[in-house]
């Protein structure tokens, strides 16, 4: 199984210090992306929770591994209905997630979300074809961001 995290590694921060990087301007109230969502990977008997704040830092708790980062994402879906995502991972704790994996800071990587049916499901996609997809995350209510 290709894991989630494992596609957004992509392109190194350039920030000599260390520095994270600025956050995006805030999203809306309204963004259907800002929000505690869960992936349940049962073939791995393991549940991912993501966090996606509004003013574009995010957090992610996969198995043992904590791990922080920045995104943008657009205010509108495209014509096809897919928000372009950026994300970069700014902090890890070092530890093995879901996969088994140790997830590594510095990575951005594009991708874009689809809302399917609902602003409460939406799927992770490689591009705008849907057919490199993986999903869904299911919003979890009253997780306050």
């Known amino acids: 199984m290709s894991r989630l995290r494992a596609l957004a590694a992509a392109a190194a921060i350039a920030a000599a210090s260390g520095a994270w990087p600025a956050a995006a301007a805030e999203l809306p109230d309204?963004?259907?992306?800002?929000?505690?969502?869960?992936?349940?990977?049962?073939?791995?008997?393991?549940?991912?929770?993501y966090t996606f704040r509004r003013d574009g830092s995010g957090l992610v708790r996969s198995a043992t591994e904590i791990s922080e980062s920045t995104f943008e994402i657009a205010a509108k879906p495209t014509a096809r209905g897919f928000y372009k995502w950026d994300h970069t991972i700014v902090k890890t704790n070092g530890k093995k997630d879901c996969a088994g994996q140790v997830m590594e800071t510095g990575n951005t990587v594009s991708q874009f979300v689809y809302f399917h049916r609902s602003p409460d499901v939406f799927f992770i996609c490689g591009d705008e074809s849907g057919r490199n997809c993986i999903g869904p995350f299911v919003r979890q209510k009253g997780q306050g961001v």
Do not use: M, R, S
């Open 30 to 49: 309204d963004h259907p992306f800002v929000g505690t969502w869960k992936f349940a990977i049962p073939q791995l008997n393991c549940t991912e929770t």
